[in-house]
């Protein structure tokens, strides 16, 4: 796997830990400036700072990825994956599989991701 495609999938599993121990300053780092979130959930589009304080509402229990597809287009990647998390959102429990599609940039040498979309998958893995 080349490098760039293993330092996303790290990046992808520190963005959901970091969500995961509600860590805001690891996240105010992954996450750039301009970074929205296409919501399967609201079908709403949140920007980062409505991101960051709905995190406070959200407790998560676990998560996990599957099914990475990454293309690297110089400074720019998409990643595409499943992720599966236990979680609870004020009171009401949110455990849900969604496919998401991240768009990461590379700025000063370090990457950030500006986009997610999440959707909720078929039931049928991508590449069927």
């Known amino acids: 796997m080349p490098i760039d495609e293993q330092e996303l999938i790290d990046l992808q599993n520190d ?13 105010e780092v992954i996450l750039a400036p301009e970074f929205t979130l296409t919501s399967a959930r609201t079908d709403q589009l949140v920007d980062r700072a409505e991101w960051l304080r709905l995190l406070d509402a959200v407790k ?11 293309d690297v287009f110089g400074d720019a990647a998409v990643v595409r994956s499943r992720l599966t998390q236990v979680a609870t959102v004020g009171d009401q429990r949110w455990d849900a599989t969604f496919a998401l599609t991240d768009v990461w940039i590379r700025r000063h040498g370090r990457w950030q991701v500006v986009a997610r979309h999440s959707s909720n998958p078929p039931s049928q893995a991508f590449t069927d």
């Open 15 to 27: 963005w959901m830990d970091a969500w995961q121990r509600q860590d805001r300053a690891r996240l």
């Open 60 to 70: 998560a229990e676990s998560f996990a990825y599957s099914e990475f597809r990454i």
